[in-house]
């Protein structure tokens, strides 16, 4: 089964808005990242958070993590074009476990 | 731009028929992983690797093989391809360690006619 959960599904928004997605996950985890994906390519890392660390910024991308919650947030600031993607949360739980992703969310910026 | 290959990138092959879909990477990454894909976008993992000689089932279950006689090398094999084998296959590949990134090949899209 999955173990993270991405919301919405899917999100429209005009370029240069704000786009905030959501990812709840199920059990502890020592870290989360985020994931883009181009038209069914291959996915490209974006952030990773530290379990310990509760908000991160890489550019226009901000991630929060809030562990009792077990819930992680993506915002994109100023939104591109460019930025339409799907994006995807992904929970390794430990060194040795295997990467396992959300549902994903569409985004889709308007010109 | 990651070092991890898949090969073919589109495949459209008859049913029945035997194939093997290529991945490899030049990162010397221990770990590996299949994904598969389908239109409805979420990725499930079929196989995984944590070195040679190491492979294990994914959460999905799936009909095809893997091997990992070398490091850079994890082939997957579908014996006698069927309809239902139709997706999007994604391969990546990790180093060993906490806090470690995927890196993703551009991936092989499967038709089975």
């Known amino acids: 089964s999955q173990q993270g959960e991405e919301d919405p599904q899917a999100l429209s928004i005009q370029e240069g808005e704000n786009a905030t997605m959501n990812c709840s996950y199920k059990?502890?985890?020592?870290?989360l990242q985020w994931y883009r994906q181009n038209s069914g390519r291959g996915l490209v890392h974006l952030i990773l958070?530290?379990?310990?660390?509760r908000e991160k910024h890489s550019g226009r991308l901000r991630v929060t993590l809030d562990t009792s919650k077990k819930s992680s947030s993506l915002l994109i600031t100023a939104s591109r074009a460019a930025d339409t993607a799907s994006y995807f949360c992904?929970?390794?739980?430990?060194?040795?476990?295997?990467?396992?992703f959300g549902k994903g969310t569409r985004l889709h910026i308007l010109p | 731009e990651a070092d991890i290959y898949q090969t073919p990138r589109y495949l459209v092959i008859g049913t029945g028929k035997k194939i093997t879909l290529e991945c490899s990477q030049t990162?010397?990454?221990?770990?590996m992983y299949w994904y598969q894909q389908d239109p409805g976008m979420e990725l499930h993992l079929i196989h995984y690797?944590?070195?040679?000689?190491?492979?294990e089932k994914g959460d999905l279950s799936s009909e095809s093989t893997v091997s990992r006689i070398r490091t850079e090398h994890f082939p997957l094999t579908l014996e006698s391809a069927r309809p239902s084998h139709t997706s999007q296959y994604l391969c990546?590949?990790?180093?060993?360690?906490?806090?470690?990134?995927?890196?993703f090949g551009q991936g092989t899209r499967l038709t089975v006619v």
């Open positions: 990546a590949s990790s180093v060993n360690r906490e806090l470690s990134e995927a890196f």
């Open positions: 059990t502890s985890i020592n870290n």
């Open positions: 958070i530290r379990s310990n660390e």
């Open positions: 992904a929970t390794p739980m430990n060194r040795d476990d295997k990467i396992i």
């Open positions: 990162m010397g990454h221990d770990k």
């Open positions: 690797s944590y070195g040679v000689n190491s492979t």
